[in-house]
């Protein structure tokens, strides 16, 4: 099975901040790499797919990057509505598509 | 647009069969796509537990794969889920999804379930 690590598991910051989550998988897992977004009471919110590749209607402040085995998140500038979870997903593996144990963003 | 509502008793009893419906609407699940259960135990991580396609092919996370059948009817346009033999273990919140290439893309708003006697 692809295990799939995410660091740090939380931080704070301030509106504004630039903000970086990385995501590794115990294998090579080529794009094959997504990012959600889930806030209290929600379901998870699709954002970025294929690493790289930002969901229709997501702001453009969020990217992402990587391929093979690491995986950044980036939030450029910090909006109070981007306090949240957010859970790294491989799909790479036909079997199941395992998620990340999640970065909870809170506010400094 | 693609909603999906999940529906089913939310409490269930150690030993008994969870069961779980997804209903679909905005897409026809005869054209294609795989759709999905996930869940989500109370304070923590996402646990992906199934998929199936409208022709019936499934794939279950091997750790549930003895537990877990998913089923579609396509004439209500929904898909289910049942989980035998449940424990405390099995309380969670369980979300369908609309799989693309393995993605979820779209998701129901979850529904608690709580194994308790």
């Known amino acids: 099975d692809i295990q799939m690590t995410q660091s740090p598991s939380s931080l704070s910051a301030s509106v504004g901040d630039r903000v970086t989550i990385t995501c590794r998988a115990s294998?090579?897992?080529?794009?094959?790499l997504n990012w959600y977004q889930q806030k209290p009471g929600k379901a998870p919110k699709l954002l970025i797919y294929?690493?790289?590749s930002l969901q229709s209607g997501v702001p453009s402040r969020f990217s992402g990057s990587g391929s093979g085995t690491d995986f950044t998140l980036t939030i450029s500038s910090l909006q109070p509505e981007d306090f949240a979870t957010y859970y790294c997903q491989q799909s790479y593996s036909t079997l199941l598509g395992t998620f990340g144990p999640g970065t909870k963003v809170d506010i400094k | 647009q693609v909603q999906l509502q999940e529906s089913g008793p939310g409490l269930v009893k150690p030993s008994e069969t969870l069961s779980l419906t997804c209903a679909v609407s905005?897409?026809?699940?005869?054209?294609?796509?795989?759709w999905g259960w996930i869940r989500q135990p109370p304070g923590k991580g996402l646990e992906w537990i199934g998929s199936i396609y409208h022709s019936g092919s499934t794939y279950y996370n091997p750790s549930l794969k003895s537990r877990v059948t998913i089923s579609v009817d396509t004439s209500k346009n929904q898909f289910s889920l049942k989980l035998s033999s449940v424990t405390a273990a099995d309380t969670a919140v369980y979300y369908c999804a609309r799989l693309a290439n393995r993605v979820p893309d779209y998701w129901g708003q979850g529904t608690l379930v709580t194994v308790s006697s």
């Open positions: 294929a690493a790289s």
């Open positions: 905005g897409y026809s699940i005869s054209s294609g796509y795989y």
């Open positions: 294998q090579s897992i080529s794009s094959y």
